[in-house]
């Protein structure tokens, strides 16, 4: 979709706010990887056969587009995904994690401050001892904020529960944004496990019919 003469993006997820400036990220020495990433420790992941860190967040990317335009990623992605729907839990970021194993430069977490760090996502691998060097930087000093998770972590939730929510509604205060009402209703913990279940089930049916087609 972008011109050939784009070689490189900056992607950040929309469910973010920006706190410092972001030209470290821009001039960035890839050293000749496809992208720089954040890793990440969700259970999920480990699951998966991911050990940390392995895997990474994709909600905050510097991406070498000439390296990515290389990798058929929209090929191998569309085959890993009819051939492992069980391990698309988290959608593109599991194909991209796929596509690209082992050709990504880890960020420092402050570049994707995610709320495991502020004690709220239980879906992480917490058996940890301590926080290391990285992630204790990026609770002081964040550059990127990543409200990733479900209802209670978004902001613009009036019942979030995120300690840095205020950054995200001083933002929306300069925005068209401004007067439009938070959202009062944040998702049950029974929905997202509905969800959940609805998912792990829908899986395992393409799983069985795909076996049947063989
Ligand atoms: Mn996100």
């Known amino acids: 979709m972008l011109p050939q003469s784009v070689e490189r993006v ?19 020495d ?5 992208l720089a990433a954040v890793p990440e420790h969700r259970i999920s992941c480990l699951d998966h056969g991911y050990n940390y860190p392995d895997y990474f967040n994709a909600g905050v990317m510097v991406a070498d587009l000439t390296r990515w335009r290389e990798s058929n990623l929209l090929e191998r992605g569309r085959q890993y995904a009819i051939e492992h729907p069980d391990r698309l839990r988290h959608w593109d970021q599991d194909i991209l994690n796929h596509v690209f194993k082992g050709d990504w430069l880890p960020l420092e977490d402050r570049w994707n401050a995610c709320p495991h760090l502020f004690g709220l996502n239980a879906d992480y691998d917490l058996s940890r001892e301590s926080l290391n060097e990285s992630e204790s930087e990026a609770i002081a000093n964040p550059a990127i904020v990543h409200f990733a998770g479900p209802g209670p972590i978004k902001p613009w939730n009036a019942r979030c529960r995120h300690p840095l929510k205020d950054r995200y509604l001083q933002a929306k205060k300069q925005t068209p944004w401004a007067s439009t009402p938070l959202d009062d209703l944040p998702l049950p913990a029974w929905k997202q496990k509905f969800d959940n279940t609805v998912f792990q089930t829908k899986c395992i049916l393409r799983r069985c019919f795909a076996k049947k087609l063989d």
């Open 30 to 34: 890839l050293q000749g990887k496809a």
């Open 10 to 28: 900056l992607f950040i997820d929309s469910d973010t706010t920006v706190t410092a400036s972001l030209t470290p990220l821009w001039n960035l």
